[in-house]
């Protein structure tokens, strides 16, 4: 872990990843996991959940602060009631599952979140659907860092401005939630908030980048790129892992 954290080809091409990830989440609502998770799982498992989570926080706080006027919390209580035993299953996961079998994980969850984007599936927003939504946001949150497809499927009825304050104001804190329950698994060391360090600026250039491009670029087409790319990264991760687990 020691030699990733001063390897400049990996640290430049990790910030390439999560600039792409945080210019797609500022723009559409969500994405920096997705986008980034199985791309950096690629490059260096150890990047993949603890930096991507602290990443994750960090741009929903500030797509917060620019969309706050719209945030509207009612009823994501029972979806953070259900972030925390999901959490506790995808650490229990983390800790059982060899790395091959997490990077087939990582996969399938990337494709079912383009599964689930490609077909629009809704649901009613109840509480109980909450805290199925929150329960599998803790599982993926944990296990990937990509917590945010269960959720989005509720609230995709949303007004834009709504969408991205309500699912922001959610990632706050479930990546914190996360990211104690990674902690009492011993699965968070100083070295994840040392890389988190190092590839923050790259969050901060693809939140500012998407300040300029709100309202002049056709999200529609954003979305179908990012869910090509996401296709893409998940069929590779998918595949190393297969022949891993082949060997």
Do not use: W
């Amino acid at each position: 872990m020691a030699d990733l954290v001063f390897d400049p080809s990996i640290i430049a091409l990790a910030s390439f990843i999560i600039f792409l990830g945080a210019l797609t989440q500022s723009l559409i609502g969500f994405g920096l996991a997705v986008v980034a998770s199985p791309l950096l799982y690629l490059v260096e498992p150890e990047l993949v959940p603890v930096p991507i989570i602290v990443m994750g926080f960090s741009i929903s706080l500030l797509t917060l602060f620019r969309e706050r006027g719209g945030l509207e919390f009612n009823g994501l209580q029972y979806a953070l009631l259900g972030r925390l035993p999901g959490g506790i299953l995808g650490a229990a996961l983390l800790v059982l599952a060899p790395q091959a079998i997490l990077g087939l994980a990582i996969a399938s969850i990337v494709a079912l979140a383009v599964i689930l984007s490609i077909f629009k599936f809704t649901a009613p927003i109840t509480r109980t659907s909450l805290f199925t939504a929150g329960f599998l946001s803790g599982v993926f949150g944990t296990i990937a860092a990509i917590g945010g497809p269960p959720l989005a499927i509720l609230l995709a009825g949303k007004d834009a401005k709504q969408f991205r304050a309500a699912l922001s104001a959610f990632f706050i804190f479930s990546s914190t939630i996360a990211l104690i329950i990674l902690s009492f698994a011993g699965l968070v060391t100083i070295h994840h908030f040392f890389l988190s360090a190092l590839l923050l600026p790259s969050v901060i250039l693809g939140y500012l980048v998407a300040n300029r491009l709100v309202g002049r670029v056709d999200k529609q087409k954003i979305k179908i790129l990012t869910l090509f790319l996401c296709s893409l990264s998940a069929i590779l991760l998918a595949s190393k892992s297969i022949v891993a687990l082949a060997n």
